[in-house]
């Protein structure tokens, strides 16, 4: 007898927690490549060079625009005083006012527009210099030094962060109403609620050893597979998980509750039953009908059948039958392993 947990077993595969196509926003012909493929970036490392010489002479023809639009400010600020003055002397009629005025609010437009114009060459400038948007490793490059790149379609590269990495899997519909009820009752809190500690093994691994957080469950089942959407995040700092890297999640399935744990050496089978030979008055032999559950800890939980007090036969099965009198040794089992 001991407090446990029921543990539930799914297959999935990791995911990046951050996965980014890398892509021109201007067009032009790459003039260099940075990065050697395969290899970890940081945030805001360099990666492409697209010719500048285009852009720059935007820039230029952008700033001198703007400084003709100035000068144009200037003039029409100055007509417009002049304007104004000989206005209040009766010098000028009021429509000439009236012109310089429109001149001047133009000008003044003529500004901003000229502004922007720097502004959005400035940044087309920019984009010339593609940087990496996330940390993580970077994939092969899909362009070559002279290729031509159009904005905003032309894949460059991938990025995918590696540290920490999703663990996505997707649970049947019987274990989702099981977890469901059980929220309801209040006996498990659900886990869109609750970051439960969950733990992953590898294809080669039998044990699951790298420990997690549920952090995600879908909202709906998919009405094909009959499944709904769970996701996990995982601490990846030896990096030797990738995206798309099979595994098997560990999720816990019930509450802790005190359970009944005998080895599977114990257990018989009658017919499509499964019994347990327990010691009765004067070590006499008494079959007992059980409903095995989960393997927990190296030992088979008992759902229903046995209180805990019972001294059960876990050698000699196949020469015994209910009803006989045995000359009972007692043997110690080994400690319940623990799950990881």
Do not use: C
């Not at 019972?310 to 009803?323: H, K, S």
């Amino acid at each position: 007898m001991k407090d446990i947990k029921e543990w539930d077993d799914f297959t999935g595969r990791f995911q990046a927690v951050e996965d980014v196509d890398i892509r021109a926003r201007v067009t032009g012909y790459v003039k260099a490549v940075h990065f050697d493929e395969g290899e970890l970036v940081k945030e805001g490392t360099l990666l492409v060079t697209i010719d500048q010489r285009v852009y720059r002479a935007a820039l230029e023809e952008a700033r001198a625009a703007l400084k003709v639009a100035e000068a144009a400010l200037q003039y029409a600020t100055q007509e417009l005083k002049r304007a104004e003055n000989l206005s209040k002397r009766g010098n000028i009629s009021r429509s000439v006012v009236d012109q310089r005025r429109e001149a001047f609010a133009a000008a003044r437009a003529e500004i901003e527009g000229a502004k922007a114009a720097v502004q959005r060459a400035r940044l087309d400038m920019e984009f010339t210099q593609i940087r990496a948007p996330i940390a993580g490793r970077i994939s092969a490059k899909q362009i070559s030094i002279g290729s031509l790149v159009s904005a905003n379609e032309t894949i460059l590269t991938n990025i995918a962060s590696v540290n920490p990495i999703h663990f996505v899997f997707d649970v049947d519909e019987r274990s989702y109403l099981a977890y469901a009820r059980m929220a309801q009752e209040g006996k498990r809190k659900s886990g869109r609620e609750t970051p439960y500690e969950v733990v992953v093994s590898l294809s080669d691994e039998k044990e699951a050893t790298r420990v997690g957080f549920l952090d995600f469950v879908d909202n709906r089942i998919d009405q094909e597979s009959g499944t709904i959407r769970g996701r996990a995040v995982f601490p990846n700092d030896d990096l030797l998980l990738l995206p798309g890297l099979f595994g098997r999640i560990s999720v816990p399935g019930s509450p802790v509750y005190k359970g009944v744990l005998i080895p599977d050496e114990a257990i018989a089978s009658d017919q499509d039953r499964r019994i347990v030979y327990a010691l009765g008055e004067g070590n006499k032999v008494t079959a007992k009908v059980i409903r095995p559950g989960p393997q927990i800890d190296g030992y088979r939980v008992v759902r229903r059948g046995l209180t805990g007090d019972e001294t059960l036969i876990v050698n000699g099965l196949m020469r015994v039958r209910p009803g006989v009198t045995v000359n009972p040794q007692v043997t110690e089992l080994p400690l319940a392993r623990k799950r990881r």
